[in-house]
Nanobody
Framework: QVHLVESGGRLVQAGGSLRLSCAASGNIFSINTVGWFRQAPGKEREFVAA?????????????YYADSVKDQFTIFRDNAENIVYLQMNSLKPEDTAVYYC????????????????WGQGTQITVSS
């Protein structure tokens, strides 16, 4: 089992920045991908970003982004604390959503994968 806890969501004005955190604990050696999805009101959940690695959790990783957030969001990892961050800049009202951290042993595209573990979600509201 892997336990994920997100934090960092809040109300922010358009153009502002936020950093979300996803703290992973448990059997993290069973996973190779940590990602972020979001779900806006009335919309389906969508892929935002992920990082994927081979071998040890603390090894080199590859990042993936949805086209809608490329050059705006950055996903990265703090190996010492087993935390994955999502840095979000130049936020827009359309970024308003509940953001979920997810993890799993992924084969293929992280954007299309089925994930085994999900956090409880954190709300981001971007005001215009």
């Amino acid at each position: 089992q892997v336990h994920l806890v997100e934090s960092g969501g809040r109300l922010v004005q358009a153009g502002g920045s936020l950093r979300l955190s996803c703290a992973a604990s448990g059997n993290i050696f069973s996973i190779n991908t940590v990602g972020w999805f979001r779900q806006a009101p009335g919309k389906e959940r969508e892929f935002v970003a992920a990082l994927n690695w081979r071998g040890d959790f603390r090894g080199a990783y590859t990042t993936y982004y949805a086209d809608s957030v490329k050059d705006q969001f950055t996903i990265f990892r703090d190996n010492a604390e087993n935390i994955v961050y999502l840095q979000m800049n130049s936020l827009k009202p359309e970024d308003t959503a509940v953001y979920y951290c997810t993890a799993g042993a992924v084969q293929g595209s992280p954007a299309q994968a089925r994930y085994d573990y999900w956090g409880q979600g954190t709300q981001i509201t971007v005001s215009s």
